[in-house]
């Protein structure tokens, strides 16, 4: 996305002669900009994992937290402004409590997703407003559909993934989750994602991290929980270790 | 009622689109999501509501112990006199600190009970592991309770909340129709409020609160006199026990009944 | 007229993914006086700067009120800082009424914030202009939160914002392993401390001319509600802090002064913003 559209990117409602939107292109360039986040689906479990960038050490550790729970069974983890991904968590709130409403049951990712996807959507109709700087990883888990993950864009646009990632080190994560055997157990699942997080860490880039992630599977009760202490004890120490093994082989070539 | 929610999801413009209004949002026809009139406001002069219960639950007994309370209720639930429904729990477990047995009217009580819930979703999603106390949902039904019968369109229910406040402070009060409030060692409704309430009362040792077997004698006592009694309930109860370590609800326990004495009965 | 095309509203991304009116909001804050917020395990304390407009005129109030378990200090455009208390008065109100109990802090800002972030997002509006600490007291415990015009919200062990608050938070910094072990007393002098440091140097650490500064201090804890503490109260901390005040730090510490941005960060392709002097929170 390195084309400019001079003259016709000011306005998420106007295309360019080549059929571009660059507002939303350009509010891409903020997902890009922020702390990579991963999703991964193992066998009866899915995990949100962040590299949670830190801006200054007088922050209490937990602060502007990039995971959310959105209904008992239902997580999500966000890349970009961290502010619209507050509001967001909160629309998401909302329609998972409407569905609850009326159908006494918790909301199907599938349907949470299409009408967050939609929300989203429709902030790049219109002149008067932008498109979120944000993009979206939703995660759940129950008896009936099993590990779901889903990704919305900045464009509105959404997909469901085995293993998806958003932020700077987006291509480099990826790159690692192709390397993951599928249909993991909770444990190994957790410690793939400590792992990936640490190695795409750019230290030299951003000094500060904390790894920061969210459970939901058979083994957290089917309730998505956020920093659960023994899974993160464990991605950490994954992630440590793996970073280390990079760091020697570095030296060796 | 979405966007009302909490006022966030504001139209994009004045009589805009609104996004959130997902299938309608691009042909900008505003619509006010209030609910319908009759159920807000009184009706003109002269108007007349239907103001009767029709299925209901009856006594809801709730005593208070040392180290916290346990809420009771027999598994009745009548439609007029005939017995309905005969085994539905009316007591409910909240959160970890908050029991709940609901009495009345079962289908406004399963209503409130639903928007409870909700409640109780949105704190587990803050993640903060701040949790509600029963104070503070009795308070707020109380407003919800005295709004309704001001409005003239009143929720039949008649509950009991129990539970821990905040310091391990066990709490027991009475919420009813009209938004009143008390609180009390022993609160109850329907009929209990005339059988169970003065059993207890008179056997409360002076200068100190039940003991935690004290208080679960005086539930077995009551709820086997007010099956005797009370023609609108059944010989299965449950009972709610919440203590600074949690709450639960057990059961159904059954009566110990005893019709021998019957045939001594004469005049009838 | 504009410093770039990319900068005039708060709908418009720039190439780079920035919200150029945002972070001019963001320089509001640097304008407002110095206002620094730190707790230990059972108060939260605030303190501000203030300075008199003029030599016939009290200063602005930089210490709001919302509750008794709540208050915050400002830094930035005053008015708009009272559109925000006004919402936290009649949130923390409402709750109140309703649940007949304290408001949680946590909740509180996360509301505000989120109230905050519509206005980063249309075109009618511009974000506020204002920072806030927040220092509140609830069930679990004293905090301090730190809120910005990018609608972005921070827990914090200690804080401080405002114009030359560098300084102020360098020595939060170098301290803050010894906050939560403080007693009372001893947080509101490392408060006062902080705060003179990011006077300016020629009248730093109560030189005669520091006097036409005023400090105001408001504290909120367990079994205290929020309270401003009275010019009598106030001359016991000044001792406390007196004796604490260490050599003034080097003027390399201050990087309020704007400096070029993205100095850093350029694209290695395509065209890129023009340069602009701001910073913020989110660009590194």
Redesign the interface.
């Known amino acids: 996305m390195?084309?400019?559209g001079?003259g016709y990117?000011?306005?998420?409602s106007q295309f360019s002669p080549d059929g571009r939107v660059?507002?939303i292109d350009?509010?891409?360039?903020?997902?890009?900009?922020s702390g990579t986040v991963i999703g991964l689906r193992g066998k009866d479990c899915v995990i949100l994992a962040v590299e949670k960038?830190i801006?200054?050490?007088?922050?209490?550790e937990?602060?502007?937290g990039r995971i959310?729970?959105?209904?008992?069974n239902i997580g999500m983890a966000i890349a970009g402004?961290?502010?619209?991904g507050?509001?967001v968590a909160?629309?998401a709130?909302?329609?998972?409590?409407?569905f609850?409403?009326q159908f006494?049951h918790a909301i199907p990712l599938k349907h949470l997703c299409e009408?967050v996807a939609?929300?989203i959507h429709?902030?790049t109709?219109?002149?008067?407003?932008?498109?979120?700087?944000l993009s979206v990883i939703f995660a759940s888990w129950d008896e009936v559909e099993g590990p779901q993950l889903y990704k919305i864009e900045p464009s509105g646009s959404s997909f469901g993934y085995y293993a998806c990632a958003s932020g700077k080190a987006k291509q480099q994560a990826k790159t690692e989750m192709e390397k993951l055997k599928p249909n993991m157990e909770t444990e190994e699942l957790v410690k793939s994602a400590g792992e990936i997080i640490y190695k795409v860490h750019d230290d030299l880039?951003?000094k500060d991290f904390r790894f920061e992630m969210g459970l939901v599977g058979r083994d957290t009760n089917g309730?998505h929980r956020?920093n659960p202490a023994e899974y993160t004890e464990i991605a950490r120490n994954a992630g440590d270790a793996a970073r280390k093994d990079d760091d020697s082989d570095n030296e060796t070539h | 009622m979405l966007n009302n929610y909490n006022g966030l999801a504001q139209p994009f413009w004045q009589n805009g689109p609104a996004p959130g209004q997902f299938y309608h949002f691009t042909g900008g026809q505003q619509q006010i999501q209030n609910l319908p009139r009759e159920l807000t406001t009184a009706g003109p002069y002269g108007t007349q509501r239907n103001t009767a219960r029709i299925t209901t639950g009856s006594s809801v007994l709730g005593i208070r112990f040392d180290g916290g309370v346990m809420i009771a209720a027999d598994t009745m639930v009548s439609y007029g006199s005939l017995s309905r429904y005969q085994s539905i729990d009316r007591v409910f477990k909240i959160n970890e600190k908050i029991l709940l047995g609901g009495g009345d009217d079962f289908a406004d009580i399963q209503s409130i009970k639903r928007t409870i819930d909700q409640k109780m979703i949105a704190d587990q999603c803050r993640a903060d592991e701040i949790e509600m106390k029963p104070t503070e949902l009795a308070m707020w039904l109380t407003r919800v309770l005295y709004n309704r019968r001001t409005r003239m369109n009143p929720l039949f229910i008649d509950v009991v909340v129990g539970g821990v406040n905040a310091e391990g402070k066990p709490f027991l009060g009475n919420v009813d129709l009209r938004g009143r409030f008390y609180e009390d060692f022993v609160v109850a409704t329907g009929f209990a409020r005339h059988l169970a309430i003065p059993l207890v009362r008179e056997s409360k040792p002076a200068g100190r609160e039940f003991t935690a077997e004290e208080a679960s004698n005086l539930i077995r006592k009551c709820m086997e006199v007010l099956y005797y009694r009370d023609t609108r309930n059944t010989s299965k109860y449950t009972v709610g026990v919440c203590t600074p370590s949690g709450s639960v609800v057990e059961g159904p326990y059954k009566v110990d009944e005893n019709w021998s004495f019957a045939s001594t009965i004469k005049g009838y | 007229m504009f410093r770039n095309q990319y900068d005039s509203d708060v709908t418009v991304w720039s190439p780079q993914g920035r919200l150029h009116q945002v972070e001019y909001a963001m320089e509001a804050v640097k304008l407002g006086t110095t206002t620094v917020g730190l707790k230990n395990r059972s108060i939260a304390v605030l303190v501000a700067l203030s300075k008199p407009t003029s030599e016939v005129s009290v200063s602005q109030r930089k210490v709001i009120p919302i509750d008794d378990h709540l208050g915050i200090s400002i830094a930035g455009i005053t008015a708009d800082a009272r559109v925000l208390s006004r919402y936290l008065r009649s949130e923390c109100l409402n709750y109140k009424h309703t649940y007949e109990s304290t408001y949680p802090v946590s909740r509180l800002i996360t509301n505000l914030g989120n109230k905050m972030q519509t206005t980063t997002q249309r075109y009618d509006r511009r974000p506020y202009g204002v920072g806030l600490l927040v220092a509140g007291y609830d069930e679990k415990g004293p905090h301090i939160y730190q809120v910005m015009p990018s609608a972005n919200f921070y827990d914090c062990k200690a804080y401080s914002i405002g114009s030359r608050s560098q300084s102020a938070r360098t020595y939060l910094e170098s301290n803050l392993a010894s906050f939560a072990d403080s007693s009372n007393d001893e947080i509101i002098a490392h408060g006062i401390v902080a705060i003179k440091r990011s006077l300016p140097t020629d009248e730093n650490q109560g030189k005669e001319n520091a006097a036409q500064y005023d400090i105001t201090v408001a504290i909120v804890g367990k079994g205290q509600p929020f309270k401003i503490l009275s010019k009598e109260e106030m001359k016991k901390y000044e001792e406390l802090a007196s004796k604490k005040i260490l050599p003034a730090p080097s003027p390399a510490d201050d990087d309020d002064q704007p400096r070029p941005s993205g100095s850093g960060e350029q694209p290695d392709e395509g065209p890129r913003d023009p340069q602009v002097a701001v910073a913020t929170e989110e660009r590194r």
């Open positions: 390195s084309t400019i001079t990117d000011l306005s998420a660059f507002q350009y509010a891409s360039k903020a997902v890009e900009k960038i801006s200054s050490k007088l922050h209490e937990d602060a502007a959310f729970t959105i209904e008992k402004l961290v502010a619209d507050n509001y909160d629309i709130r909302q329609e998972a409590a409407n609850r409403q006494e009408r939609g929300y429709a902030y109709l219109y002149s008067a407003v932008r498109p979120f700087g880039k951003d309730l956020i």
